[in-house]
Structure formats: C-alpha cells, structure tokens
C-alpha cells in the first residue's frame, strides 16, 4: 500500500495529483496478493491499473466539464452565433431554482407521476412483449399470425399514437401510460423474436431429449437462451418509452417532468427548463442502470461468457 | 438384473429422404441395424452418408420415411430420456452451473431437489468433475464440456447412449482421455452406446462391433466385429490386430469416400468430402 503511489507517480506523469488518490483503492487489492512475480512487475501491473483508472477519470471530467464550460461560457457572455443564448439561464440560475424547487413538495410530485407512468407502461410492455416474442420466435404460425400487424404498426412512432390515445382512453392518465407501453413494447417484443430466433437449436433438442415437454422447454431452455436479447430490448424500450412519455406529458399531461418542463415554458420560467431536462436525463439514467443491473444480476453466467460482458 | 437385457436397438429397412422434387436426397436406404444390450457399436462411412440422419432417428429428431426403429421393441416416436444424446457441438446450457446441467433431466422427471442433488455430486464425482459444480459451461475448456454433456446425458439412467461425434471438435491428447473415460462410464452402467465417429482408431478402440457404411445413399457395407479384449489399453493400439482392422477399415472407407466423389464430379459438385462435415443431419424436427 505505501510504496505504491510513490511508484505510481513517477510511473504516471499525466496524471493530475487530485486523481491519483481516487484510484488508490482500486489498486490496492492487488498489493498483497501472494505472488511469484518480482516484486518490480507488481508495482508495474498497478501503476498501469492506476494510470489507466486515472485516465478514464480525466476524460471523463473533461467531457463533462467542457459542456458546462461551454453552457457557462455561452450564457455568461450571451453569445450570439446562429444559436442564440440570449435568453438561456446561466448554470448558477439552474442551481439556485433547484435548491429552491427541491425544497417544495410539487417537484416531487411531478417526478412521481413520471416514474409511476412509466414503470406502468413498461410493466406492461414486458408481460406482453416478452411472451408473445417467445410465442412468436417459436411457433410459425404465431409469427404468420401477428407479424403482419406488427409491421404495419412498428413504424409509427408513439408520439403520433397522441390524438388516437386521447380518443381511446376514458383519462389523460390512462393514455399517457399507453403511449409510454407503445413506445417500449416494440423494441422488447422484436428483440425478444431475435433472442429465439439466434438461439443455438442443438439447445432446443438437448432439452427435449432430458424429457422436457414443451411448456417446461419455453420455461427451461428458450426463455433464458433469450433472456441476453430480451434485456437487450429492455435497454432499447426504456429509451424509446422515456422519448414517449416526455411527448405524451407536454401535450396532454397534467404533472410529471415533461408537463413541468414545458409549462416552465409557458410560464417564462428559463431555469426551469433546464432543471427539468436534467431530471429527465438523470431519471434515464437511473432507469437504464437499474436495467442493467437487473441483467447482471439475472445472468450471472454472462460475466464468462466468450465476447459477452466486459 | 433385467436392467442387463435393456437396451437393444433395432433398425429394420430404414430409409430416409429428405426434400421432394427436385431437391430430393435419399439420404438412406435399406439400413438394418442392430445394437444388443450393454454393446458399444460404431457406425463409420464417408461424410454426408446418412449417419447423423440413423442417430437422429433413434434420438426421436428425425422421422424414417419408410421402415422402422424399436429400443426395447418399442418404436421410436419422439425425443425422449430414455435414451441419452451427446452432441458434436457444446450443447451445455449456459445459464446454469455445471451440477445444474446435469440435474436437468431429473428435474424434468420430478425427481426431488435433495435427491437430484445427490445424484448428480455422485455422477460429477465419477467423472472427477466435482470440484466443478458450481461453474458455469463458459468457465471450463471443450474436453470438460463434452465430458459434462455425458454425464449429463446419463443422469436420467437412459437404456442406450447416442452420440454423434461427440469428440469432433477435441485435440488428440484430450481425445484420447475422453475414451477411456467413456469407456469406464460405459462399463459401469452397462448401457448400449450407438456411436459415430470419423475417426477409425477411435471406433476400433471403443467398440465391439462397427458398422461401416457406402456413401449416399447410405447402406450397411460391412458389419465387422472387433476381436480385441476388454479392458482396452493403450497399448493394443500398437498390436497387428489392431492395426490390420484399421488398415481395412480404412480401405473400405476409401473407397467410398472416392466413389461419393466420383458421383459427386458428376453431378457437377464436390462438397464436404472425406473429413465430416455435412449439415447436422436435422431433418424433419419432431
Ligand atoms: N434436413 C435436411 N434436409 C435436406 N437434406 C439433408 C438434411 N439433413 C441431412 N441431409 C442430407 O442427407 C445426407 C446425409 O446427411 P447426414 O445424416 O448428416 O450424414 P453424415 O452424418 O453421415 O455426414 C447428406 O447428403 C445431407 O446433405
Ligand atoms: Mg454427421
């Protein structure tokens, strides 16, 4: 543990001294590892663990920071060049409406319609898409029987089913919800023909000669042989059910963050704006790691398989 | 001790055609063919002969188009436990743990999570795969796997074993390994094992009769029985015994393997000659 950093930093000179520490932990497991290398080689391995870990962190920073670099610039200076930043509140605005909006209860409100929309339309969007993919990957004439539909459908987007939900649905609750599931069933239920379409068939037959009957083969062998495609489809559907619910709630909706987003609009309420494009990014991003997390979780075996996970 | 007389395999004027019209293929024609209780029979013959398409039958895969085949006097209608199938390919399921693959088929069967357990620690065991239980198939090299795919195939205490060049895709060191470790399985549970292989050491080594077969459409050549002792060693594989059946053998597959190219040059096309490597045999799915 003490030698280590000495060597890491004449070994990593790019690395800026704030960075180092923060990858320290990292590196750390490795030090007492009982080992035949030469105690040289060791220090080498983890100063090149350091140095790559605290490189991924730089670029990070960079990357982010150059767009707050770049939003700061732009509206300190109300830079006008085609676009124009006249009107766009500074990042010190943002924050000053967020510590204000986070400390009265309607915010929340508005996240909790949004979150409670979408993991409804989505729920929905695997108990349907996630069987009949199967149904529809499996048997022939399922897929003669529905395919057809489903092309027609796949290619109007959910934003446009809008006016049609509003007609179909008795409350704006219950289409918003609709067109959130319209928008995240195509993906799962295409991804989900895929994972059987792809599956290795010797599987399909190992399973039916170890005496399983069919019910138990869809349960058994097809459904986890697909399960990497499903979640790939997840991954995808919970983009395109964010896209769509976003949409439904500015033009129909009573609460939730795009409601809130476009009613800062109306309202003239600029830092509002922005705060409610950061919810709603950082709302997707906690969707689309939870739904990560849940794949790693589910398929333990992936962590070995070849070209799988990295 | 009836357990001894189970196992037998019949095949009577099987025939197999696959497609209609043009694309038409006899893939078989006439096959008789029989494996006894507890025997180890190969089938060998030039690739694209119709071997893939036998074993599909017996496994249930594949429907004979015209004669039939009974295991035990009963007719093979579909896929079943009864009879253990060991694939070419890695047929291992990915997403559970090696003590999980082989439990599959008693799960199946109903067989309770205690006692399946057991079995298959005991069955692991016999095959020094213990310690390998709780892997998953992506974590283990090809000669575990297909050992795995073995014991796994055995778990459900099938009548007969079929296995469709089930070392094809091994190195010759852990080849070798692999039959005698089929071998030892082989004798203690007394089962019958259809076998294929393009390898001729390898069925001489492992069998006790070979069936050898004529290039498409497939028919039995030659029906050879191999007189050498049990248990094998690795040492008979240098006696003249041995290595006079081989050289026949060889022969016999040489000049079908030359007259299926023969054909073939006619018919305006050579595919997939001598080695193996013709399609899966998956006919008619059942
Ligand atoms: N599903 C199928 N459809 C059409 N032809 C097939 C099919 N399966 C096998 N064949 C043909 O039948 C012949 C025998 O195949 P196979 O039993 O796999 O031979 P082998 O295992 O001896 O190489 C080959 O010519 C092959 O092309
Ligand atoms: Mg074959």
Redesign the pocket.
């Known amino acids: 543990m003490q030698p280590a950093p000495i060597y890491l930093i004449d070994k990593a000179p790019p690395t800026p001294p704030e960075k180092a520490p923060r990858s320290q932990p990292e590196a750390a497991p490795a030090a007492p590892q009982p080992t035949v290398r030469p105690p040289s080689a060791l220090l080498q391995s983890i100063a090149d663990l350091a140095q790559r870990k605290a490189l991924t962190m730089l670029l990070g920073v960079i990357s982010v920071g150059s767009l707050f670099l770049f939003w700061y610039v732009g509206t300190r200076y109300q830079l006008e060049f085609y676009i124009r930043f006249k009107n766009i509140p500074t990042p010190w605005a943002v924050y000053e409406e967020a510590v204000k909006v986070l400390a009265s209860g309607d915010f929340y409100v508005n996240v909790a319609y949004s979150l409670r929309r979408i993991l409804s339309g989505f729920l929905i969007a695997i108990l349907i898409g996630a069987p009949l993919g199967l149904l529809i990957g499996q048997y022939r004439r399922v897929r003669e029987m529905f395919m057809p539909a489903v092309e027609i459908l796949r290619p109007i987007p959910a934003i446009a089913w809008v006016p049609m939900a509003i007609m179909l649905w008795p409350t704006s609750e219950a289409s918003i919800v609709f067109i959130t599931f319209i928008g995240a069933f195509f993906p799962i239920l295409l991804n989900t023909v895929h994972g059987v379409h792809s599956m290795d068939g010797v599987l399909l037959r190992a399973g039916k000669c170890l005496g399983a009957s069919e019910p138990r083969l869809f349960w058994h062998v097809i459904l986890p042989a697909s399960l990497p495609q499903i979640f790939t489809g997840l991954t995808v559907g919970m983009g395109v059910a964010w896209v769509s619910l976003i949409a439904a709630e500015m033009i129909s909706g009573q609460y939730g963050v795009g409601y809130y987003t476009w009613e800062a609009y109306s309202l003239v309420n600029y830092p509002a704006i922005v705060l409610g494009m950061i919810t709603i990014g950082v709302l997707g991003l906690i969707c689309s790691g939870a739904i990560r997390l849940a794949g790693v979780i589910v398929m333990p075996w992936l962590a070995f398989a070849p070209g799988g996970r990295k | 001790m009836s357990e001894l007389n189970r196992g037998l395999i019949e095949a009577r004027d099987i025939g197999v055609v ?2 209609s019209g043009s694309a038409k ?1 006899q ?1 078989v024609r006439n096959v008789d063919l029989t494996v006894q209780p507890g025997e180890f029979v190969s089938l060998i ?1 030039p ?8 074993l599909n039958i017996a496994a249930g895969f594949v429907r004979p188009t015209s004669g039939a085949l009974t295991v035990d006097g009963v007719p093979v209608t579909g896929p079943g436990s009864d009879r253990g199938v060991v694939f070419q390919q890695y047929s291992l399921f990915p997403w559970l743990s090696v003590r999980k693959n082989v439990e599959f088929g008693l799960r199946m069967a109903g067989v309770a999570k205690s006692q399946r357990e057991s079995s298959a620690r005991t069955l692991l065991g016999l095959a020094g795969l213990l310690a390998f239980e709780n892997h998953y198939p992506d974590q283990l090299s090809g000669g575990m796997k297909q050992r795995i795919g073995i014991v796994r195939a055995l778990a459900t205490s099938p009548q007969v074993l079929l296995m469709d060049e089930p070392f094809g895709a091994l190195d010759t060191q852990t080849r070798t390994v692999m039959q005698e470790i089929l071998t030892n399985m082989w004798q203690r549970f007394r089962i019958s094992v259809l076998f ?1 292989t393009h390898d001729i050491d390898e069925s001489v080594f492992l069998s006790d009769r070979i069936y050898v077969m004529t290039s ?1 459409p ?1 028919r039995i050549k030659a029906e050879i029985t191999v007189p050498l002792p049990r248990p094998r060693t690795a040492a008979m594989t240098q006696t003249p015994a041995f290595v006079d059946l081989v050289n026949r053998l060889k022969t016999l597959i040489r000049e079908e393997s030359l007259s299926a190219m023969g054909s073939e040059l006619q018919s305006g096309g050579v595919s997939g000659f001598g080695i ?1 490597v ?6 008619k799915l059942i």
């Open positions: 696959f497609g293929v893939a013959g690739s694209g002969c119709g071997k893939s398409s036998l294929i498409r497939g193996d013709g399609p899966e045999g998956v006919g």
